[in-house]
């Protein structure tokens, strides 16, 4: 994988090693890791760079106690902008979490204390979340007089449907250990440190050929905006491209010759 020196960071750290393994950090632990819009220019330049870089997998995590607080509500309010200036920004924060989620590399988020507001929807554009006993869910933003604007009901509505969506903006509602995991909101729910678990689980698919990992992390993601009928050609089609790359014939010979692991429950 290149090297990372190249990027000018402010707000977030980023950290590689020999694996092509990155972590993306959000470095703003006296704001709560709130999302300015210096950061998310920043994490479209990260996300625009890094598969192109050779980067393998993604951990998304936090500096602080807590991974996102959300939007930064003092520099929105200090700023007094207009509404098309707010329509600009809030497309600025689709096209950064539209990097992660499509950008074929997986990304998986190492969750702990607030992942409110906007740090849910930064949450939600990565394909795995990993939560730890301190981590807590909430869009506040009926509260606060807001909207989300930063794909919430694409992505949070679909992780934990569009009526409990409509609760959590209504009332406030605060989702947290095992109601979290239940409804969806993340896959992995730990006694220890979730930035552990994430690398663990970073480093896992890793392992799979690139372009396996592209389709996932891409296709699948494509083929949920689609027509059934759409789909199920694309589908076709990435499968006649990525089933018989090279790679795929190696592991499969190997699974023919009984050499490779086989599938079976802990």
Same mark, same amino acid.
């Given at each position: 994988?290149?090297?990372?020196?190249?990027?000018?960071?402010?707000?977030?750290?980023?950290?590689?090693?020999?694996?092509?393994?990155?972590?993306?950090?959000?470095?703003?632990?006296?704001?709560?890791?709130?999302?300015?819009?210096?950061?998310?220019?920043?994490?479209?330049?990260?996300?625009?760079?890094?598969?192109?870089?050779?980067?393998?997998?993604?951990?998304?995590?936090?500096?602080?106690?807590?991974?996102?607080?959300?939007?930064?509500?003092?520099?929105?309010?200090?700023?007094?902008?207009?509404?098309?200036?707010?329509?600009?920004?809030?497309?600025?924060?689709?096209?950064?979490?539209?990097?992660?989620?499509?950008?074929?590399?997986?990304?998986?988020?190492?969750?702990?204390?607030?992942?409110?507001?906007?740090?849910?929807?930064?949450?939600?554009?990565?394909?795995?979340?990993?939560?730890?006993?301190?981590?807590?869910?909430?869009?506040?933003?009926?509260?606060?007089?807001?909207?989300?604007?930063?794909?919430?009901?694409? %992505?949070?509505?679909?992780?934990?449907?569009?009526? %409990?969506?409509?609760?959590?903006?209504?009332?406030? %509602?605060?989702?947290?250990?095992?109601?979290?995991?239940?409804?969806?909101?993340?896959?992995?729910?730990?006694?220890?440190?979730?930035?552990?678990?994430?690398?663990?689980?970073?480093?896992?698919?890793?392992?799979?050929?690139?372009?396996?990992?592209?389709?996932?992390?891409?296709?699948?993601?494509?083929?949920?905006?689609?027509?059934?009928?759409?789909?199920?050609?694309?589908?076709?089609?990435?499968?006649?491209?990525?089933?018989?790359?090279?790679?795929?014939?190696? %592991?499969?010979?190997?699974?023919?010759?009984?050499?490779?692991?086989?599938?079976?429950?802990?």
């Amino acid at each position: 994988m290149e090297k990372l020196d190249n990027f000018d960071l402010e707000n977030l750290t980023l950290i590689g090693d020999e694996d092509g393994i990155v972590q993306v950090v959000l470095s703003r632990p006296a704001k709560r890791n709130a999302l300015n819009a210096d950061t998310i220019e920043e994490l479209i330049e990260v996300f625009s760079k890094l598969p192109r870089m050779g980067a393998r997998a993604v951990v998304l995590r936090a500096e602080g106690d807590h991974f996102c607080a959300g939007l930064d509500l003092v520099e929105h309010h200090n700023e007094q902008r207009r509404p098309e200036e707010f329509m600009h920004i809030c497309l600025r924060w689709h096209e950064a979490f539209n990097k992660m989620e499509y950008g074929g590399v997986p990304i998986i988020a190492a969750l702990k204390g607030a992942v409110v507001g906007g740090g849910l929807e930064l949450a939600s554009a990565a394909h795995v979340r990993v939560a730890d006993q301190s981590t807590y869910f909430a869009l506040p933003e009926g509260q606060r007089g807001l909207f989300t604007g930063g794909g919430a009901t694409i %992505r949070v509505a679909d992780l934990v449907g569009k009526a %409990r969506m409509i609760d959590m903006m209504l009332t406030g %509602r605060v989702y947290k250990q095992q109601e979290a995991f239940q409804v969806g909101l993340c896959q992995y729910l730990i006694d220890g440190s979730s930035d552990d678990k994430a690398m663990e689980i970073a480093r896992t698919a890793a392992e799979n050929p690139a372009l396996s990992n592209f389709a996932i992390c891409s296709a699948i993601s494509h083929m949920q905006n689609m027509s059934a009928m759409d789909a199920a050609y694309a589908e076709s089609v990435m499968a006649g491209i990525v089933n018989t790359q090279p790679a795929s014939n190696e %592991r499969l010979e190997a699974f023919v010759n009984k050499s490779a692991p086989r599938v079976r429950p802990d």
